[in-house]
C-alpha cells in the first residue's frame, strides 16, 4: 500500500504516544512452528511470518528480516544455514585487485534475492495498516562480507582502490535491489551497515557513508524511505556523515549510549534504539527487559524525534515473553504507569 513516508516520517515525531518500532521479524518462526531454514527459502513463509508478527504486536512499521547474507551470496559467497539461527556469510570470494575487477554484478533475482523480494509483494497485501520496510546490507558491509570482514578493515589502509572498487559493484546491486523491493510494493528498506560502525570517522566516511548517500539519493523519494541501520560501537564519532547520507530515520545499536548520541540527532531527523537484542530480548527475562526498555525511554522518551526499537535484529529463538514484556514497558511508559521493577 502505497503512503507518503515523508508525511509518516513526520507523525512519527509529532506523536506524543509512539508505537515502538523493533527489527522484529525473525522470532514469528515460533507463532509458525517453522525453522529459518524454511523460512528463508520460501516468499510464502516468509510473508505469512510477517503477517504473524504485525497480528501480534502493534508497531509503527512491519520490518522485513535482515539477513545480511542474501547479497553476499547472490555474488557467490558460501552460506551457512541452520535451523535457529540467522544465516552466515562463511569466508571471502576476493584475494586480489584481479578479483576485484572480475568480480560481476549479480542481477536482482540471483540466488535468494528474487525470494525476498517476492515475499515483499506478498506481504504488501497482507499488511495495510502500517509502512512495510525490506531489509538490505550496506554497501561497505556487503564488501566486507566479499573481501573478509577482517581482511577489509585491513584493505581500507593497504589497498584503498581495490576496496572501492568492490564498493562500487556492491553499491550497484544494492541500489538495484532496493529498486525492486520499491518496485513490489515496499515503503522502504532498513540499510544495515553494521561494519561500518568499526571504522574511524575518516574511514566511515570514505569507504561507506559517501556510497550510502548515493543510494539513497537514487531511491528515495517522498513515497518511499532508507532507514539507516549501525550498530557499531563508534557511531557517535561518526554522525556527521551518517546524518549526511540523507536517511529520515537513524536506527542505532546497544553498543553505544543512546542518550548521548540523542544530543547530535537534529531535530528533524528521527533516531531509533537501542534495547539489547541478545541481552535482553534472547537472553534476558521478563523483569529485566522490562527494565531496560524503560531505562531507555527515560533517558530518550523526552526527545519528539526518538522512537523506542531494539539494538540490532531480534534473534529467531528470543523469547516471544520476554518481547511481549518489552511492548508492555513502552505502554506502560506511555500510559504513565511504569514502575521500576527488579532484575530476576
Known sequence: MKRNMKQWVEELKMSDV?????VLSFPGIQLMNISVKDLIGSSELQAQCMKAVADRVDTAASVSFMDLSVEAECFGSVIRVSEDEVPTVIGSIIKDEDDAQALQVPEVGAGRSGIYVDAIARVCEM????PVLAGVIGPFSLAGRLLDVSEAMIYCYDDPDMVHVVLEKASEFIKNYILAFKAAGANGVVMAEPLAGLLSPALAEEFSAEYVKKIIDTVQDDEFIVVYHNCGNCTIQQIDSILATGSPLLHFGNAID?????????????????????????NGTESSIYEATLNVLKDCGSYKNFVISSGCDIPPMSRWENI??????????YD????PVQSV
Open 258 to 282: 543512546i542518550k548521548e548520541m540523542m544530543t547530535h540527532i537534529p531535530p528533524e531527523i528521527v533516531a531509533a534504539g537501542n534495547v539489547d537484542p541478545a541481552g535482553q530480548f534472547k
Open 18 to 22: 509512539k508505537k515502538p518500532l523493533p
Open 336 to 339: 504513565g504507569l511504569a514502575q
Open 324 to 333: 511481549d514484556a518489552f511492548f508492555k514497558a513502552v505502554k506502560d511508559f
Open 127 to 130: 499488511i495495510t495498516d502500517r
